[in-house]
């Protein structure tokens, strides 16, 4: 079961001794939890990010994604998938502390922009614009060279 962070625990009777011939004091437990690379936790939901190439995001996918029990799940990422969107693992969160059930894993699906481009995924990504109606022609002194006009 999960507990949050900031809880507080009591051990009744296990804190310091009292006056002779008194209980001793009860000891009190502040949990702390470390913050967790992959997982950000909201109450029993969990929250982690996917990221995605352009052509992943553009066609769709089937990613495996890490689970919070060491495990993974195979995904299908839909096509057309827009950075910022959400896909929900029923039952994949925290336990719930009382009674029965889980939280759910939230994966939020982040499109990258490669860094670099070798010469061949340029051709295509300038074709792909040229397509689109958008063709990468202009350079920066021709956009102020406009501007002046």
Do not use: W
């Amino acid at each position: 079961a999960g507990v949050d962070d900031g809880s507080r625990l009591r051990l009744r009777g296990e804190g310091e001794a009292g006056p002779p011939g008194s209980q001793p004091g009860d000891l009190y437990i502040f949990i702390r939890v470390a913050p967790d690379e992959i997982f950000q936790r909201q109450e029993y939901d969990v929250y982690c990010r996917l990221n995605l190439s352009f052509s992943q995001a553009a066609l769709g996918a089937d990613i495996e994604v890490p689970l919070l029990n060491n495990e993974s799940k195979i995904i299908k990422v839909k096509a057309a998938t827009q950075s910022g969107e959400m896909m929900r693992i029923t039952g994949a969160g925290i336990p719930h502390v009382r009674g029965n059930g889980r939280g759910d894993q939230i994966i939020q699906m982040m499109v990258e922009t490669p860094k670099k481009l070798n010469k061949k995924q340029k051709a295509i990504f300038q074709e792909l614009a040229e397509i689109e109606g958008n063709p990468i022609k202009e350079t920066l002194k021709g956009f102020f060279q406009k501007l002046k006009r």
